[in-house]
């Protein structure tokens, strides 16, 4: 089941220069933090697709930032690391399990297992592109204890 609805009978038009607002409604399948990507085609020639980052938080005591990594342009075989802080916001210890990447591209290595109240911990998160083109994915990770909570942060990076 999708995280995020959004819903559209039929094509729209905008015209230059517009807008239309878009209802997007977050049904989350349990607690956590989850984001996506909100696609739109365009007959633009220079933007033919608009990429809408969407998040949304249910039930977590932690902080997660930012909630979408973009690492911007990086020369097929070289590597940038951004890193993703956590913070337990909880009065009980939070644990981390499961950190997992979608795409190979991207890696990410924790420097912490547990933190305690008030806590903050780094993933650091690596971006490695090996052709000349947009790479999406996501970075999973769960947090037991007092968040018990799965998280979703997407990671988008260009090589080229």
């Given at each position: 089941?999708?995280?995020?609805?959004?819903?559209?009978?039929?094509?729209?038009?905008?015209?230059?220069?517009?807008?239309?607002?878009?209802?997007?409604?977050?049904?989350?399948?349990?607690?956590?933090?989850?984001?996506?990507?909100?696609?739109?085609?365009?007959?633009?020639?220079?933007?033919p697709r608009v990429h809408v980052p969407?998040?949304?938080?249910?039930?977590?005591?932690?902080?997660?930032?930012?909630?979408?990594?973009?690492?911007?342009?990086?020369?097929?075989?070289?590597?940038?690391?951004l890193p993703l802080v956590v913070t337990?916001?909880?009065?009980?210890?939070?644990?981390?399990?499961?950190?997992?990447?979608?795409?190979?591209?991207?890696?990410?290595?924790?420097?912490?297992?547990?933190?305690?109240?008030?806590?903050?911990?780094?993933?650091?998160?690596?971006?490695?592109?090996?052709?000349?083109?947009?790479?999406?994915?996501?970075?999973?990770?769960?947090?037991?204890?007092?968040?018990?909570?799965?998280?979703?942060?997407?990671?988008?990076?260009?090589?080229?």
């Amino acid at each position: 089941m999708p995280q995020f609805d959004v819903r559209l009978r039929d094509p729209v038009t905008v015209p230059p220069f517009g807008f239309i607002e878009l209802s997007v409604d977050f049904v989350p399948a349990g607690d956590g933090s989850y984001s996506a990507d909100l696609a739109l085609a365009s007959d633009d020639p220079l933007r033919p697709r608009v990429h809408v980052p969407l998040f949304g938080r249910s039930g977590s005591t932690a902080g997660i930032s930012p909630t979408r990594i973009e690492f911007g342009v990086v020369a097929p075989g070289l590597m940038r690391a951004l890193p993703l802080v956590v913070t337990n916001t909880a009065t009980a210890p939070v644990g981390l399990a499961n950190l997992v990447t979608s795409d190979p591209r991207f890696v990410a290595q924790a420097a912490f297992s547990i933190l305690g109240p008030g806590e903050r911990g780094v993933i650091d998160v690596r971006f490695t592109p090996d052709a000349a083109q947009e790479f999406r994915g996501d970075l999973t990770f769960d947090l037991t204890g007092a968040a018990n909570a799965s998280v979703a942060v997407r990671l988008v990076g260009v090589g080229e």
